[in-house]
Each structure stands twice: as structure tokens, then as C-alpha cells.
């Protein structure tokens, strides 16, 4: 649930009402053709996760079939969705991931 905060201005005395943005999970969904290091690199790379970490999350896609990687504002989840996507397109990946809202 995203959080309302107002504000009123001591100078003008208008308020100001500051809307927290909605939260949005990356899920990388399981493909039988993209590599694991394909996937590992994507997780270091693009969403800044450290090598164990990828590591997990990666085994857990292949595993489970899905996985939240990340959570963030809606422009900066589909910034980073599209460039996965674009990337992998550019190695001959079907790679895809999808957002969620939180």
C-alpha cells in the first residue's frame, strides 16, 4: 500500500500531498534454452546482485519455474525488464521476464 504524505507550506499555506510510487516485482520467468550464466550475468549486471546471490536466485528460476529478482518503482522495473529482454534477444535468448504489482 503506498504511503500518503502531506505537507502544508509555511509560506503559502497550500498543502501538499506526496504520493509514494507503486512498487513493482521483477520476475524472471524459467525458459529451456537461456544459459545459466546468461542469467547469472543478468542478475550481477542489470539488478546488482552479487555473485552467490545470482547464483540462488538462478537455481531457483530453474527450479521453481519463477522468481522475484527485484522490487522497484514501475519506470525503473520496466527500464531494466526491457534491457534484460533486449540483451538476451541479441544473444538468440527467449529469455522473458514479467512485472508484478506489489
Known amino acids: 500500500m503506498s ?10 499555506g497550500i498543502k501538499i500531498k506526496f504520493k509514494e510510487p ?3 516485482d521483477v520476475i524472471m520467468l ?16 542489470l539488478f ?8 540462488e536466485l538462478m537455481f531457483k528460476v530453474h527450479k ?8 522497484y518503482p514501475f519506470d525503473i522495473a520496466e527500464t531494466k525488464r526491457r534491457a534484460a529482454v533486449e540483451r538476451a ?3 538468440g535468448f527467449p529469455f522473458q521476464l514479467r512485472l508484478d504489482k506489489v
Not at 524459467?30 to 549486471?45: G, P, R, S
Not at 546488482?48 to 547464483?55: C, L, R, S, T
Open 3 to 12: 504511503q500518503v504524505k502531506k505537507e502544508q507550506s509555511k509560506k503559502t
Open 22 to 24: 507503486s512498487l513493482y
Open 30 to 45: 524459467n525458459d529451456d534454452f537461456t544459459t545459466m550464466d546468461f542469467v547469472v550475468a543478468i542478475l550481477t549486471e
Open 48 to 55: 546488482d546482485k552479487n555473485q552467490p546471490e545470482a547464483v
Open 64 to 71: 521453481e519455474g519463477q522468481a522475484a529478482v527485484a522490487r
Open 89 to 91: 534477444r541479441a544473444e
